[in-house]
């Protein structure tokens, strides 16, 4: 039976091969240009500010007007239009991708496998 040492031994053992994986990479390096970009920064910034306000008012009972939709959309223009955070998506897309298939690939190992035949439950 592995020990909790053991197991936060693999963990770091898989977040270091994770690190040197092109998708953790490719993400680290997304990161840190968008930590050097101030423009990605105030987009980002903005557009998420401006969502956050128009959450407030649906919250409130509020009408979103034309001209905050029409304002959301330019933020959202200007957010699909920033070259720093696309790749940034893309890396953190990519990189959710294979956090998806460790944890798939976790669960297989970890959930117990079919055992003999389970009686039928009286309730189903």
Wanted: proline share 6%.
């Amino acid at each position: 039976m592995a020990t909790k040492t053991e197991i936060l031994d693999a963990a770091k053992a898989l977040g270091e091969l994770i690190a040197k994986n092109p998708v953790g990479a490719k993400l680290e390096d997304a990161i840190s240009q968008l930590q050097n970009d101030i423009d990605a920064q105030r987009v980002m910034t903005d557009y998420q500010r401006y969502l956050q306000t128009i959450g407030e008012k649906e919250a409130q009972g509020q009408p979103i007007e034309v001209a905050d939709k029409q304002k959301l959309q330019a933020l959202q223009q200007a957010v699909v239009h920033n070259l720093i955070l696309q790749q940034f998506q893309v890396a953190q897309m990519d990189y959710l991708d294979l956090m998806r298939e460790v944890d798939g690939a976790i669960g297989q190992q970890a959930a117990p496998g079919p055992g003999p035949a389970q009686p039928a439950s009286p309730l189903s």
